[in-house]
């Protein structure tokens, strides 16, 4: 059974930044692409970022492009989110999912993953 643990998630202030972590376990954590998705209170849970099983390729939202970096260190079957100059509307809690599907690339689409971590909160507020 895949599980997968994030950590990271914190209370700061708008500007700052922040790292993001999630550890898997149960399979080959390096044949799968991985992802991040947030969920804000009273809101859909909508994709961040995304990354291919060998970290060549990487997908990010609209709303995060430019500030929030995605990588994996598939050595140690994790996969990390660096967010910067971080903003209110960033507050959410933040899931790590990992795909079902062998070599496949960084996708936008929920479905494509079908294992989901705990969540992590993380609040930006002044």
């Known amino acids: 059974q895949v599980q997968l643990v994030e950590s990271g998630g914190g209370l700061l202030q708008p500007g700052g930044s922040l790292r993001l972590s999630c550890v898997a376990s149960?399979?080959?954590?390096?044949?799968?692409?991985m992802a991040w998705f947030r969920q804000a209170p009273g809101k859909e849970r909508e994709f961040v970022a995304a990354?291919?099983?060998?970290?060549?390729?990487?997908y990010f939202a609209d709303s995060v492009k430019g500030r929030f970096t995605i990588s994996r260190d598939n050595a140690k079957n994790s996969v990390y989110l660096q967010m910067n100059s971080l903003k209110p509307e960033d507050t959410a809690i933040y899931y790590c999912?990992?795909?079902?599907?062998?070599?496949?690339?960084?996708?936008?689409?929920?479905?494509?993953?079908?294992?989901w971590g705990q969540g992590t909160q993380v609040t930006v507020s002044s």
């Open positions: 990354i291919n099983w060998n970290g060549g390729r990487t």
């Open positions: 149960g399979r080959a954590f390096s044949l799968y692409a």
């Open positions: 999912a990992a795909a079902d599907r062998a070599f496949g690339g960084p996708s936008a689409l929920k479905d494509e993953y079908v294992y």
